[in-house]
DNA sequence: CTGTTAGCGCTTTCAA
DNA sequence: TTGAAAGCGCTAACAG
């Protein structure tokens, strides 16, 4: 059995209160201080951290739900928001998604049971009520990536409708105004999205419907079908925006297969600086989101929130996200 | 505040103990079970996990603690553990080591203060000494993807040298006798490299020096320095073999930078089945990993020794990993 | 600065 | 089946 706190009362001839407050970082008169770390060492005491929890309140844990813990993003999010938490002691109940709105809610319950002290989320559902649960239990949330429309939750996202409007200007700027997209109808694909169509309308270009391609989800599959198809048609775009990563793995696979030289045949351009678009070539051109900033920024109101309560207003940053210039934008 | 189980005392006027046995289960008449479930919903209470924890000593949480969480492989892995341990009731608290020994340390002491129920490992460092905290607080851990020397722990690997021995006979079988390597000198590299030799003596093929590559951990520089550095050479290999993902990215930056084809002018195999050699043209030709499995029939370990105890023998699967061909060698 | 005491919210004997 | 009581390991008044 593991040494208690009993015990080393039990060595040190010592109070409860004293050993707990010298564990707390209390003052405590030196020479018994050497004596409770003589114990210490002794019997290797470690506290128990739930017994201390319960009594606390606090866990130091936050749950961090991801809506898909397999795709590269998830795990760069995940790296920086672990690094800053760690070092402030707090450690990290990780819950999969897996996609699926169900599977969401379950893992916010979960991480409820489990007396987290705040949640992390990068939700699926954009549903309010599903984060209701968090809210009776005063428990803090902050959303990363993607936004739900409620005033009640902090979130950390990029400026989505910008950079794709951003990213479209600079496809315009280079000649083209044959340009398809594909996107998916979550939160961010629908913003990247709206910024495509803003950035297509303020240059008076009009999007012939046979160059809009959509799905609930973001996917390579999607990217893939959506490029395939377009390989189809009698008049093909003469350059593809895609909203996210995974999106546009699908369609450079649909070009390498079909024999599409990019930027040469047809010009791409897409999001996330993952470790795809630094190997391939042509390079990609892409909308770069500041990663770190994204986790560590919302861990950092989490804390906030979770240390010094909740008596500061809610906290909305749409961080920018830069356009990265590669190769795959031919200029007309 | 949450309600607590007195509160459900107060409300069904039931004793504690009743309420408690209904609540994990037990039998309880069914005129009372029906006040306790209204009471229940009526005051939205959920038990106290950390308070359940304390006097069963059971956390129901496993720690992971992963070498490098920002990687592919990584994502993948904590995908399928998180699945199998979830359906079972388990949360995970996750910690990254960053590829660092001494992080390394740092996590498992974490993770043991947490109380978890046990632990699963992809080791950073191959020092049993790392883990004998674990075995002094008797909380089994479960080794995935990289061995270390004891016979203390249960391990989850691939067949990695045999591995890299078929990969390396499958560009023998083609004719090639001028291979390349590039390893690190982590526990899979150095298993690989291991079957890469054993590969070419068999065949009777001598390895140049200036065919072997390695650094101390796998990494995309490595990959795309060695590449660099091979095609100075007089005379190039034509073929190489890695001995990991992020390797072969590199090593397929550095061709592109140079126009070499492949595998017209050079072949390539390596390790792991990600979303980019499905990406990539040509199709890579590598070994797979049977992912699913490594995380699952690890946590299925963990849970075994959490629930049943030790009285079974130190469990070392390798698990067999195919080779998948795609069109990245060539027949000379 | 130190020690006694009373819980935190739950499970678990044990007797009824 | 049920309930009273003890206690898991720790912190937090409070009095000394």
Redo the contacts between chains.
């Keep these: 059995m593991?040494a208690t706190i009993k015990d080393i009362k039990a060595e040190t001839g010592l109070g409860l209160a004293t050993i707990s407050k010298y564990l707390n970082g209390g003052n405590v008169r030196d020479e018994n201080r050497q004596k409770i770390e003589e114990a210490i060492k002794k019997l290797?005491y470690?506290?128990?951290?739930?017994?201390r929890?319960?009594v606390t309140k606090r866990?130091k844990?936050v749950g961090?739900i991801v809506h898909n813990?397999?795709?590269?993003f998830?795990?760069?999010l995940?790296?920086h928001a672990?690094?800053y938490l760690?070092e402030r002691g707090y450690?990290?109940?990780?819950?999969?998604s897996?996609l699926d709105a169900k599977q969401e809610a379950e893992n916010i319950?979960?991480c409820?049971?489990?007396?987290v002290d705040g949640i992390l989320l990068m939700p699926v559902s954009d549903n309010p009520a599903v984060l209701a649960p968090t809210v009776?239990?005063e428990i803090p949330v902050v959303l990363l990536d993607r936004e739900i429309e409620s005033d009640a939750f902090d979130c950390v996202t990029i400026d989505n409708k910008n950079a794709a409007e951003r990213a479209t200007d600079y496809l315009i700027d280079n000649g083209h105004n044959s340009i398809a997209v594909i996107h998916s109808e979550e939160y961010t694909g629908n913003e990247r999205f709206k910024g495509f169509l803003s950035s297509m309308e303020k240059a008076g270009v009009k999007v012939p419907k046979q160059y809009i391609y959509s799905a609930h989800v973001h996917s390579?599959e999607l990217g893939y079908n959506s490029m395939k198809a377009l390989l189809k048609l009698r008049e093909r775009p003469t350059a593809v925006v895609t909203t996210n990563y995974?999106v546009s793995?699908?369609v450079?696979?649909a070009m390498?297969?079909e024999g599409i030289r990019c930027p040469e045949d047809i010009s791409l351009i897409g999001f996330d600086e993952l470790?795809?678009p630094?190997?391939?070539?042509p390079k990609l051109t892409l909308v770069a989101q500041p990663m770190e900033d994204i986790a560590t920024e919302g861990a950092r109101i989490l804390l906030k929130r979770i240390e010094e309560g909740n008596d500061f207003p809610r906290q909305r940053m749409s961080l920018y996200a830069a356009l990265k210039e590669g190769e795959s934008v031919r200029k007309i």
């Design positions: 593991a290797d470690h506290p128990n951290e739930t017994a929890s319960l866990t844990t961090f813990i397999a795709i590269n998830s795990g760069v995940l790296q672990s690094a760690h450690g990290m109940m990780i819950c999969d897996n319950r979960f409820l049971d489990k007396q009776r239990a390579t995974e793995l699908g450079i696979m390498n297969e470790i795809l630094m190997v391939m070539r």
